[in-house]
């Protein structure tokens, strides 16, 4: 249900990283920078979207962070290089079915976001109401979190959504990408300085799904979404 998040970048730095948001110049070439190392897990991120036909995916920047040991620039890419994912609705109608919900899933104590020490599992300070253990997984702040899960009371509201609807199903496609992608990217997203929202595509793509943002009144609050390709 939850993914792998920046495991393999802290076993390459042994902490997590952490962005900072910076007019970065072109280099040498004329290439526009998304991002540049600048200390052992430290990152300048350019404060405005890559130009047109170039993007910056946060899944590109993992990669060079773990396969190169984020050396130099990571540059904008071009659209067959930058690992951007098309956003198109399955086939299989039944993609937009609410899950079953588990019972005792929300945080034994304390409430989300909450800071966890070691990425990975087993974190006490991820023990759930069963006695099992959510996720720790890196930011982009430098800190790690322990992931909500799915059916914690965290999205109640979600849940309440689900319910309303006779054949237990999500609302549309975008309801259900705007929960899938802030669900797949939560630890990175909600820890993202605010450069992150415009220079990091799958970040953007949130933003431009977040009906609450943008003053649409079908959606009660700005949930962090579950669901899980």
Known sequence: MFIVALLGVIG????CPK???NTIP???DGNAICARKYTTNEYYLRDTACPSGTYCTYEGLKDWMVDVGATGDYTCKSESQSQK???TEPTDPNYI???TRLFNKTL????HPKKCPNPGSNNEECKLQDGTYADCECGLDGESYCVPDASSNYYSDYW???SDDSYWKLKSYDHYLFWHLKQKYWPQYISSVSCGR???YEFKTIDEKDYIQNGAAELVLPLIGLFLF
Do not use: H
């Open 198 to 200: 415009t220079a990091i």
């Open 85 to 87: 994912q098309e956003y």
């Open 12 to 15: 390459a730095f042994g902490q």
């Open 26 to 28: 072109n280099d040498d």
């Open 19 to 21: 962005f900072v948001c």
């Open 160 to 162: 309440s959504e689900c």
């Open 97 to 99: 079915l609410c899950p």
């Open 108 to 111: 034994e104590s304390g409430s």
